[in-house]
């Protein structure tokens, strides 16, 4: 029986630690934050973020073998692996801002560790972190007094916002890096024996310490990297009349290339790609790699090319002025079946419209609350109904692919709407010639637009 300790209960922190609870019985997991508003969420039925299955998972395990706690010293002194999941922004500050990540919040907690720790502990690395820190953890770690010594593991993240229970449950690997010495090797074989209560061993790599830090930012990389990719073919696409659906199919349907994240969209957004690639630029460029920083950099503006464009059709199609008109966006989340609106793309969408003028109506299922956060006390208004959000609307922009969009009466929408009535879908969601057929004007991604305006 061990006492595992998480550091940070946030998207990562929470998730990960009810599900190694409800598959490690055996095992005590506590999760502590500094945050007591978030604590006393988990504590609730009200969980402070939103995943499908996540309460079932919680509820399963929460007073048996999972806690919420604020008291994090008392915490550490009763660890005996600690995983660390605090946030690491991009830093806003100093050298570095806007490039490189905020650690300020993971060396806080290491010290915290060292301060409350007289065992040595095996520290695990949940943050996504430049490549290299655990090495500088380690030096602050084992520089107690004491004669201490910890082992820093790296055991990156893979989950993804709005199928986290998913992938915990079933991930496509576990990534354990550790130091190849014999301590090394003992404490990596502690982690693995965890996860292998219910992951196959043959899905738990262990590598390097450096490795296993590279990888989850190559993996952020290669995957943001993918959906500007297709983002880019779409742009042609609509200069071309080519349809950038079928080509995805097309070149999908190819196994080298695989079916996969090819979803042309209004861009991508959540709180890690921009800020992992953005770190993977700052890395490079400290080691002087500047056509290998550039080349990731690229990723990145694109992206933000692609939702400004997106934006800027808008208000091009509504004979260029919404100044005075209702639009309403149906979605605020950065994706599906998650409340988490950081780095949305309808952040920037909301913004432009406003600074347009648009009278702004935010339709989400589960992100209404983080929407108000995100945009501060800018004039929008924020409206649980979609039907009511559209009404009036000369417009609706659809910006997360929730299903529930799909199922609304667009009939019934479009007669409510002025006249004539525009849909932007930024998320390729609707049936775009039955939209039509009602009497929409519609602009897809990457497709040809299907209007009624001659
Ligand atoms: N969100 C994701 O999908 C995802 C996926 C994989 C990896 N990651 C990485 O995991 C890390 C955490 O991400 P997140 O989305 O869970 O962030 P988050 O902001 O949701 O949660 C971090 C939590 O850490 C807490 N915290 C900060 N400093 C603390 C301290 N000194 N003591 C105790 N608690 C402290 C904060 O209050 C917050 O609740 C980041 O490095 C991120 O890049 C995130």
Redesign the pocket.
Request: aromatic share 6%; proline share 7%.
């Given at each position: 029986m061990k006492n595992i300790l998480c550091?940070?209960?946030?998207?990562?922190?929470?998730p990960t630690m009810a599900v190694i609870a409800d598959q490690c019985p055996d095992h005590t997991i506590t999760v502590?934050?500094?945050?007591a508003d978030?604590i006393n969420a988990w504590n609730s039925d009200q969980l402070?973020?939103y995943e499908p299955g996540l309460l079932e998972v919680v509820t399963r395990a929460r007073g048996r073998n999972l806690f919420f706690s604020t008291d994090?010293d008392g915490a550490i002194k009763a660890a005996d692996i600690i995983f660390v999941?605090?946030?690491?922004?991009t830093k806003t500050f100093g050298h570095g801002a806007g490039m490189a990540?905020d650690l300020q919040?993971w060396e806080?907690?290491a010290r915290?560790i060292l301060a409350n720790s007289d065992r040595p502990k095996i520290i695990v690395e949940?943050?996504?972190?430049p490549v290299r820190t655990a090495a500088a953890m380690e030096r602050i770690l084992n520089s107690g007094d004491n004669g201490l010594r910890f082992q820093v593991l790296s055991n990156?993240?893979?989950?993804?916002?709005g199928s986290?229970i998913r992938d915990l449950m079933d991930p496509d690997r576990v990534l354990i890096g550790g130091q190849e010495t014999e301590a090394g090797r003992a404490a990596v074989n502690e982690l693995v024996e965890i996860y292998a209560s219910w992951v196959p061993r043959e899905r738990i790599l262990c590598t390097n310490v450096w490795s296993s830090e590279l990888s989850?930012l190559a993996a952020n990389a290669f995957l943001a990297q993918r959906i500007s990719s297709i983002n880019a073919i779409s742009a042609l696409c609509e200069q071309t009349e080519a349809n950038v659906d079928e080509v995805a199919r097309a070149i999908g349907l190819d196994s080298r290339i695989g079916p996969k994240f090819l979803r042309a969209s209004v861009g991508f957004g959540?709180?890690?790609f921009k800020?992992?690639i953005l770190n993977l630029v700052y890395l490079c460029r400290s080691y002087g790699l500047h056509e290998v920083a550039d080349y990731w950099q690229q990723v990145v503006t694109f992206n933000d090319h692609q939702t400004q464009r997106f934006a800027a059709n808008i208000t091009a199609q509504m004979f260029n002025t919404v100044a005075g008109k209702k639009i309403a966006l149906f979605g605020f989340a950065f994706k599906a079946d998650t409340g988490?609106t950081?780095e949305s793309p309808a952040i920037y969408v909301a913004k432009s419209l406003i600074a347009e003028k648009a009278d702004v109506w935010i339709n989400d299922p589960k992100a209404l609350k983080n929407a108000r956060s995100a945009l501060g006390d800018a004039p929008v208004q924020l409206e649980p109904d979609p039907y009511v959000a559209a009404d009036g609307a000369h417009a609706l922009a659809i910006l997360t692919e929730w299903q529930s969009y799909q199922k609304l009466d667009y009939q019934r929408i479009y007669d409510s709407m002025q006249k004539p009535a525009f849909v932007f879908d930024g998320r390729n969601l609707l049936d775009h010639q039955a939209l039509f057929d009602i009497g929409f004007n519609v602009f897809p991604i990457g497709r040809p637009p299907l209007t009624h305006l001659t």
């Open positions: 550091i940070g209960a946030g998207y990562v922190g929470g502590v934050d500094i945050n978030r402070p973020i994090i999941s605090v946030n690491t922004p990540s919040y806080r907690t915290q949940k943050s996504t972190l990156p993240e893979f989950l993804a916002e986290a989850k959540g709180s890690c800020k992992d988490d950081r």
